[in-house]
Each structure stands twice: as C-alpha cells, then as structure tokens.
Nanobody, 123 residues
C-alpha cells in the first residue's frame, strides 16, 4: 500500500520561499505520475504541479509557472515542490498524490494521497 507523508509547510511572508517534501513508502509499482495539489478553505482542490516519473515531462498551473519547481529524488523516494516568491493567494493545504492520470493536474485522476501540509503566506 502506498503511503505519502508531506512536510515542509509553514508560515512565510509574501516573497518568501518554501520547499515541500513528500516521502512515499513505495513508488515503484504505485504510479506513473506524482503531483502536488492545494486546497484553500471554501475552494476546490486544484493542481499545482505534476511530473511523469519515467520521463522529463512536468506540468504546472498557470498561477505558479515560473515560481514553482517539482522534482523527484528516486533514492529517497521523495518528491519536492519548491515554491518561490510566495503570494497570499498561495495560502492553502498542500497535498501530494500519486496515480495514473489522464490529465496530470486533475486531482480526481489520482488514487493515493497524503494528509497535507499547511502553507500560510502573509502580506
């Protein structure tokens, strides 16, 4: 069974940076894609970034392009999300996920989820 555990969230001021981490128990047979999603209170969960594990393809939401980078360390079974120049509108619970999505940024296509890590950006 795949287990995902996020960390790295916190409170930062606008313009700051955070690196989120997500350790998986076993990615090998779990998924073709790894993704980061976020959900703010009262809003739908949205895709932030996703990557294909067996190639170089990455996908980013328009709202974070140029500010976010997703990466994966195979030796550590860990996927990262580096977020720079954070904005108050980035405030949300951030989740990592693993799955076999037809659309990499569509949350309903993912089958394994972590519990989330909170990111709060103050102005």
């Amino acid at each position: 069974q795949v287990q995902l555990l996020e960390s790295g969230g916190g409170s930062v001021q606008a313009g700051g940076s955070l690196r989120l981490s997500c350790v998986g128990s076993d990615y090998t047979s779990a998924a073709t894609h790894l993704g980061w999603f976020r959900q703010a209170p009262g809003k739908e969960r949205e895709g932030v970034a996703a990557m294909y594990r067996y190639g170089s393809r990455t996908d980013y939401a328009d709202s974070v392009k140029g500010r976010a980078t997703i990466s994966y360390d195979n030796a550590k079974n860990t996927v990262y999300l580096q977020m720079n120049n954070l904005r108050p509108e980035d405030t949300a619970m951030y989740y990592c996920a693993a799955g076999y999505p037809l659309r990499p940024l569509r949350h309903s296509d993912y089958i394994h989820w972590g519990q989330g890590t909170q990111v709060t950006v103050s102005s």
